[in-house]
Every structure is written in C-alpha cells, then in structure tokens.
C-alpha cells in the first residue's frame, strides 16, 4: 500500500492506495444475509431497540444520555409442535438482556428492566406477525450497573470512547451484496407476504457468485397455518421459486441465475420432510440466537471483505466506537466514493483509543482502488477533506443513533 500522510486538517489521517483485484471483478464471492426472523436478526434489533428506549429516557428525565451497553443478549429456543394446518407452542422462547445501564441518577431511579420488556415486545408487534409477546415469549433482565470508570467517562466535558476498538467499512456495495440484501428486504415485504402468507419471517440468504453466474441458497421459515398438507407445501414452495427467480432478474445482470430454496427438503417425508414453524421464526422450537452473529451494519455479512469484530446494536450511540465507527466507516467510504472521481472501491479504518475523544481517532486511514489513469496524488486531499468534515460532524451521527433513525442489522 502506497501511503500518503495527509496533514492539512490537524487530524491523524492516512490516504493510500490499496493495489488489489476490486471485488466485482475477482472470480469468487460469498455474501450472506439473516432475515427479519432469524433468532441472531431478533436479538440484535431488539437490544439495538432497548438502547435507543433508554437514551430516549435519559433525554426526558435529566437532559442526557447515560451510560449504558445493552450489547449482550440471547435468544432460546422454545418448543412447539409443528403440524399441518397449524400447529401449537408448547414452551415459550425465553429473551434475556445483558450487560449494563445506569439505574439511578441525581436520587431518581430508572425503570430499565421495565424499558427493556417493553422495548422487546413492541419490537415482535412491528415485526412478527404470529409471535405473541405476552404468550410466546418470556424476558429475564440481566441488566447491571456500569463499572465506575466508564460512567465517569460520560461526566467529563468531553466524552471520550469507552474502547480501544477498530472499525471498517467499504463502498460501493457488489452486485452480489446488494442482491442478497434486497431478496430478503423483498421476501419479508407486506407485498411479499400478502401474496405469500405461508412464507414466514425467519429467512437467510446465502449468496455464492462465481464469475457471472449468481447462486442463492434461501432457508424459509414456512407458517404451517397456512399448509394444509405436503403438497400445498411445495406447490408454494416452487411458486415462490419463481417469484424470487423474476425479482432478481428484473434488477440484476448476471449471466447466470441459481435459485434454490430449503435445500433440506425431501418429498414423501411428511413433516419430516419440510420446513415448518408455527410462529414464521426457527426460534419456536428449533434454533436460538445471539447478539453480534449477524449482520454488519449495512446489512449483509461479506465474506470477501475486512469486517470489525465488533457488534454494533445494543451499544450507546455516545461513547461507544463499537457502534460510531462501524456505521461511520461506511458512511465516510460511500461519501468518499460519490464524490471523488477515479476511484474504484475505497475502504476506511478507524481505530480508538480508550479516553480519547471520540471524533478524534487514534488514527483514520483510507485505502483507495484507483481507476488505471488515476494517481493518489490527485485524490488524497479531496479524501482527507471529506474524512475530516465527517469527524467533525460526529456529534450529528450519534444524534441518529440514539432517536433509531439509522437501522443496524
């Protein structure tokens, strides 16, 4: 990597060349995506919701937000019986919270169990049209106080990160990225499921290109109300096929179009032989989740690129770079790529360091892939402007963050 070190802004920001083959014209890509329903999708909106109820509350009652982490949480699996044209939940899934909040502030003390509860049912309302959050689900609230030296952070003037932590993000989004993203944005529509109401909400979609030749694997939760029999299961089934088949084809240019769904499936089986649910989720009766297993924040988990390890729903939008700088590298990598001409792909890295202001990263860096008449040279100030006025602008993310106007999963 040929580096530049830009220093017109003050700020610590690198700018080099990243000289690698860009992804749409590599051979080989895997790109998958959790749907509205999987177990992994739920714990993270769910926590990501508890968050935002809390800074909401700390906004009302004293003017600012607290500390708190709502990162942890697992999802287990309850027990049902599945059976043709409906069948029942015996045992409920059980939602416990984890990790910290603040509880008590200037003498008053804050319901976060309760906000947290209350957060999580109306999430599955919204959501999931079958599960029932007083019936099908049960909370344990795990909740605790924050350690001193992190809530102190957010008594000093200005807020530093409560982690020494790293983050990347890229643009532009692949071909391959960008369809496995909207056939489950499309398959979980109220479109989508007013045609199709056996088609339950717990989707995944494992997209594999290989050179042009696209290939999606999809795993459907099917609703077993709405399946009277096996047949009428896999007549749905191949229409759905076909539905997804034009939806792609419609948006998309590969050469090549591979379509499967429920691969597991096996005619002549009877319920063994299908994939049934009763609430329209795996979590019913067959499979748990957990917060950070799924999605990165612009919506898919891509295999061909550099992740962080961080996961970002449940965090304070305040302090916490686990959450800022995953969504702000890919929103500094998107306006880098809409506004600087020549440039291929770029990705950017942020890294903090504990205590530290949080606009001001230990160190920020951009690698670029430049188009073949294009020199670093050219661009590097242009990029440096664009992460500084970024950083400069933090304050305004972390605003969206904490009001739940910036989806993360």
């Not at 739920?42 to 982490?69: P, W």
């Not at 993203?181 to 007013?194: P, T």
């Not at 019913?284 to 061909?304: A, F, K, T, W």
């Not at 020199?375 to 993310?397: C, G, N, W, Y």
Request: charged share 30%; net charge negative.
């Amino acid at each position: 990597m040929e580096v530049i070190t830009v220093g017109r802004t003050g700020k610590n920001i690198l700018v080099g060349e990243l000289r690698q083959v860009p992804i749409e014209e590599q051979k080989l890509e895997i790109v998958e995506r959790k749907g509205l329903g999987h177990p992994d999708y739920i714990c993270d909106a769910i926590m990501d919701r508890v968050s935002v109820e809390l800074c909401q509350e700390y906004l009302k009652r004293f003017g600012t937000i607290l500390h708190h982490n709502a990162d942890k949480s697992l999802l287990v699996a309850g027990e049902a019986e599945i059976r043709f044209g409906g069948g029942v939940v015996k045992k409920p899934m059980l939602l416990v919270f984890g990790d910290r909040a603040t509880m008590e502030f200037e003498g008053e003390e804050i319901p976060v169990a309760e906000i947290a509860v209350r957060a999580a049912k109306e999430w599955f309302r919204e959501n999931m049209r079958f599960v029932d959050p007083e019936e099908h689900v049960k909370y344990q609230v795990e909740l605790k106080p924050g350690s001193p030296s992190l809530v102190d952070i957010f008594k000093r003037e200005k807020i530093g990160a409560n982690d020494t932590s790293a983050a990347v993000g890229y643009a532009p989004m692949s071909r391959t990225e960008r369809a496995v993203l909207e056939v489950e944005r499309f398959l979980n529509s109220r479109e989508f499921k007013k045609e199709f109401p056996e088609s339950g909400e717990d989707i995944k979609v494992m997209g594999f290109r290989l050179e042009d030749t696209l290939r999606l694997t999809i795993s459907m939760a099917f609703v077993d109300r709405f399946v009277p029999d096996e047949r009428s299961y896999f007549r749905a089934k191949e229409a759905i096929l076909e539905r997804v088949r034009e939806f792609v084809g419609e948006r998309f240019d590969f050469s090549d179009l591979i379509v499967e769904l429920n691969v597991l499936d096996r005619p002549g089986r009877g319920l063994d032989g299908v994939y049934l649910t009763v609430l329209g989720t795996s979590a019913d009766s067959g499979d748990s989740g957990q917060v950070g297993r799924g999605n990165r924040v612009n919506g898919v988990i891509p295999l061909n690129r550099p992740i962080g390890s961080e996961a970002a729903a449940g965090k304070n939008p305040v302090s916490h770079v686990g959450k800022i700088y995953n969504v702000l590298t890919h929103r500094i990598a998107e306006a880098i790529y809409e506004q600087v001409p020549g440039l291929r792909e770029v990705y950017v890295w942020l890294l903090s360091q504990i205590g530290r202001p949080v606009d001001e990263p230990l160190i920020a860096a951009a690698q670029a892939v430049l188009e073949p008449n294009t020199k670093l040279s050219e661009v590097a100030s242009q990029i440096e402007d664009i992460m500084a006025a970024k950083l400069d602008t933090i304050r305004d993310l972390t605003w969206e963050l904490a009001q739940g106007k910036i989806p993360l999963c």
